[in-house]
């Protein structure tokens, strides 16, 4: 058997930013194509391979029925199943038609019924019912309150919103203060352990320093012992070959030894001193070692504290803070309300100085008004009187000239 698809299409869909979102195929263009019984994708090759999938499960409904009545139809009309005209006779017309003739159209299946089967006609729709007055109020009242139920549930949604991004806002405002208490502690604890560190490091400089220029003083008394022995006992020998008489010879040898034992004892008594103030030395560097570690600890307790006590201050801090801030903000809407009191004050004020004025300038306009009436009368009447004198001038001096 062979395998025959029709034409089909397929369809991408993408939103605002550039990705496809839906992808649509197997949609047939010409289910007279191909042996597939106008099925696309793998319900098309399965129907083309004889194991065709139940109908109801790949056609729609008044598909399927339009199916089963054409099969049930087919010795009457002579059409197949799959077939969309009559057999051989469309063939047969477009063989004998002559070339230049315009291609008709095949017949479609609901032609061919029609032609040989009359089909019921639907009934036309009955009319709307016609509502009573009383129906017509309910419906109104029942839209009315439709439409208000409406709005609440708007409004509703409105403030829930509202709540929902104060409830984030506030989130985000608790997150930025912890994380700035967390930075202010950390800043705290790093200050504490770096001014720990300097003052561990000062003591135990100073102390090695004095251990130091104290071992070396020792050695320097030590060596400054030895050399008045040395030179002691050079002064007994040079008495001893400088000498010639054998008894002060004798004494003078009995009095250097005395001097060499002397001097022997004090160098001793030096090394003796030395080791002493070493072993002292040792003592004090393992006191100090000991007040550093006792100081470390202390100081760890210090800053255990101090870091405590920071963070105390920053808790209080931050109640202060949100303290301030919620009196900032009632303040602000007192002020608000303060102001928007004002301005509408201001705004009547305004209008009424605004109509004050406007009545004042009225009134100044109908004053300038009758004024200049009674100005332009005066003016008028003087000029009426100038006029009439004149005309009485020139007929005297026509009579005096006649």
């Known amino acids: 058997d062979t395998f025959e698809t029709p034409p089909q299409a397929m369809s991408f869909t993408f939103d605002d930013n550039g990705f496809c979102t839906r992808i649509t195929g197997d949609a047939v263009m010409d289910p007279t194509i191909g042996n597939t019984g106008g099925l696309g994708g793998i319900e098309g090759i399965n129907y083309a391979a004889g194991e065709p999938s139940p109908e109801f499960m790949t056609r729609p409904l008044p598909q399927v029925l339009g199916r089963l009545q054409k099969k049930l139809l087919s010795p009457v009309t002579k059409v197949g199943v799959d077939d969309y005209v009559p057999d051989g006779s469309f063939v047969e017309e477009k063989a004998a ?31 709307p019912p016609k509502l009573t007055p009383t129906e017509k109020k309910l419906k109104a009242v ?45 800043l705290t604890e790093t200050r504490a352990e770096e001014k720990k560190r300097k003052t561990e490091d000062f003591v135990a400089a100073r102390k090695a320093s004095a251990a130091e220029v104290k071992a070396n003083k020792e050695a320097a008394q030590a060596a400054r012992a030895e050399a008045v022995a ?20 004798q004494q003078s040898g009995k009095d250097a030894q005395a001097k060499v034992k002397a001097a022997e004892q004090k160098r001793k008594q030096a090394e003796t001193a030395a080791a002493a103030k070493k072993k002292a030395a040792q003592q004090a560097s393992k006191r100090a070692a000991s007040q550093k570690m006792a100081a470390s600890t202390e100081s760890f ?8 006590q920071a963070q105390r201050l920053a808790i209080a801090e931050a109640k202060k803070r949100k303290a301030e801030e919620t009196a900032a903000a009632k303040l602000a809407k007192q002020e608000e309300m303060i102001a928007k009191r004002e301005t509408a004050a201001a705004e009547k004020k305004a209008k009424q100085e605004d109509a004050l004025a406007q009545r004042e300038a009225n009134k100044q306009a109908k004053l300038a008004d009758a004024q200049g009436m009674k100005a ?22 026509a009579k005096k000239a006649a």
């Not at 709005?151 to 949604?157: N, Q, Y």
């Not at 989130?171 to 930025?176: Q, R």
């Not at 008028?380 to 001096?397: D, G, P, R, T």
């Open 97 to 127: 038609a002559p070339k230049d003739a315009v291609d008709k159209p095949p017949p479609s299946p609901l032609d061919i019924l029609g032609s040989t089967f009359s089909l019921p006609k639907a009934a036309p729709p009955p009319p």
């Open 142 to 186: 029942a839209d009315a309150k439709a439409k208000k139920e409406e709005t609440a549930r708007k409004a509703k949604d409105a403030a829930m919103a509202r709540k929902a991004e104060a409830v984030q806002k506030k989130s985000e405002l608790e997150a930025a203060r912890q994380v700035k208490m967390e930075t202010a502690r950390q």
């Open 230 to 249: 040395k030179k002691s006992e050079q002064a007994a020998s040079f008495a001893r070959q400088m000498s010639s008489d054998q008894s002060s010879l």
């Open 301 to 308: 307790k210090e800053s255990k504290q101090e870091a405590a």
């Open 376 to 397: 332009a009368l005066a003016e008028e009447k003087k000029a009426k009187q100038v006029a009439a004198k004149q005309a009485k001038l020139e007929e005297a001096q």
